[in-house]
DNA sequence: AATTGGCACTCCAGTCATGCGAGTGCCAGA
DNA sequence: TCTGGCACTCGCATGACTGGAGTGCCAATT
């Protein structure tokens, strides 16, 4: 079993690994570390480490290095979350001041983490399903083209354009308007595309005038509905692999894969467990079911309007915990204050 | 003075040394290509394209590698662009095929593009300078906010939320609305944005009623069609650089940061210089001004609705040119006829 | 004048031997 | 339970050596 003093030695390992990316000795702890005992004590304890596959020796007779094991054991009963200095507060206000909407706080948010971490910042947009839909709005531009805009009382708005054959007089366009409006409006988004769903195969409908139409409009704002329902992320940062590319044994290529697609690290992140301060991290190997296993996540839960969501960064997994769950914490709660704030001020 | 047989050396060179990147000698050559003479005088060739500075040595003794200048001359009276297996072909037209809106034409140009290259590749947006403005729409969210969209005739669309103090009843909303049409309609986004600036600056609006809300929904407009003014980019492909990093001699991190950055990389398919059939290249050094003097930019002007923008791949100053002039090309044409088409059918 | 074979020379890249130092593992003694 | 001591292991840097690829130059040939 391992001593406390033996779950100190493992703190001092992650923490100057991390600092030096030295693979560090028994020597090296005693002289940076004030454990008032010997080196050969300290090595006893890291022996007992080695036993639990929470450190390893790159080779023979070399320092230790923690392992994803040992990560894990450091970030969930050895890290600090300790607070961030006041300058890197005033830099998240300066960044995030000003009010905006969603798509506005968010993108700034982004860019404020990776800034504030130095890593890949990610930001998931909150959830939409459970958003009612606001406003049905048909613009028409000519051409048998139509705009078609879609607003949930979340703030979050969709434009897309659907191509109908005809253009449409007032008198047309306003009952297809009523249509929609009696279909959605006030409904949730779920609501939403189940309504329509049930509309397309209704028998009623399909002899209504300009059908062809109508049906075509309203297909379009299935999509929309269902682009609300997807979650939805902003990434930044992603240039600041390049100056980590030597903590990753293999390349950097999963990691900028994964951050074009989104796809991957909405899910990883979706599946995360937060613990009962909404910090979560996925740390090294427990990513590789996302091809993503030189990699580590650190998340923490925002709450916008009702639904919850994340912010996380990504890096290597050798990376300062401790400062990436403080930063992520402070800009989540910074976020969940400034949404709120602009809910209450509606 | 290079002789002609001279050139054919700086594009064996050239070919030989982009296909293995090992710098290559005088026996390569006369063993890969068939030049009739000895190794020897393949060196003496050699000798007088070093004076020219169309190829260097990495060490004394070694074999020839192109410079920059060395590749400028290729590209510009060696290579021949090879039009495009038709296997490459039906891969554009697959990924191209289906009609949609701008958005989604150029989102899946720019990963057909990287598909075909392997390279980051990079879709400029139309410049929206000279469009018109098509239409202006206001939609009421409630709690002071107002969605504000704007249309142009080239079927691009903004929208933004203004935060006004109240709401308004149907018949100050349709003032205001009828107010911004006869301002902006039919007026180009130039136009507009001085229209714009002289009714915020008039006397007479200063004491219409409803001034505040309507000078706060004129000033989000001007916002959006200042953002038609600027170009936009979509590029795809970041994760390829990862594989390529050893042709990089210092990091890949400028890239990333500008492909992030996206104004560099706008800034540089600008000023671009385009020959007679529309192509353009930039090569390694030429690029230092905007920090990627290790990069170079193959691009291809491109039609759409009356004005011209860019398609391009961005990768080392090591790539194969040919192959992606003729991509680049042939994406062009591709995007230019279905935007013809699209326009044609309205 | 252009081309060629020959030859001396350069320099890279790989290999091997060597020594040093950091670090470990283990043990006997406190 | 801790400690000092000691033998041992490797990694890494250094230096010497070598083979080979490639050049540059020159005199001879066409």
Known sequence: MVSERGLQVLRAIVEDYVDTREPVGSKAIVERHAFGVSAA????DMALLEDE????????????????????????????????????????????????????????TVRALTQLTGQVAIVQYPSFARANV????????????????????????SQRMAFVRDDFDDADLGRIR????????????????????????????????????TAAIVRVVAEELDEFRQDRLVMAGSATLARRE?????SIYPLLEA?????TILRLMGEM?????????????????????????????????????????????????????AAVRAVARYLTRMLEEDESSR
């Open 246 to 250: 030597a903590d990753f044994r293999g």
């Open 41 to 44: 004590t300290i090595r006893n």
């Open 273 to 325: 467990v937060a613990d009962e301060n909404g910090l979560a991290a996925s740390i090294g190997r427990e990513n590789e079911p996302f091809g993503l296993a030189e990699a580590s996540v650190v998340a923490s839960d925002y709450d916008a309007t009702g639904s919850r969501a994340r912010v996380g960064v990504m890096g290597p997994t050798r990376m300062d915990y401790p400062s990436n769950l």
């Open 259 to 263: 951050i074009e697609e989104q796809v």
């Open 134 to 157: 606001s406003h049905v709005e048909l613009v028409q531009l000519g051409g048998g083209r139509m705009l078609v805009i879609v607003v949930t009382d979340t703030g979050r708005v």
């Open 53 to 108: 596959d929470l450190i390893a020796a790159p080779h023979t007779s070399s320092g230790r290095v923690p392992t994803d094991k040992g990560y894990r054991v450091f970030v969930d009963h050895l890290a600090d979350v300790r607070p961030l200095s006041s300058a890197q507060r005033t830099a998240i206000s300066s960044f995030l001041g000003d009010p905006g909407d969603l798509d506005d706080v968010l993108a700034r």
């Open 178 to 213: 009523a249509e929609l409006g009696t279909l959605l409006v006030g409904r949730s988004v779920r609501d939403g595309l189940q309504r329509i769903a049930d509309r397309l195969e209704s028998a009623a409908a399909m002899t209504a005038p300009h059908e062809a139409a």
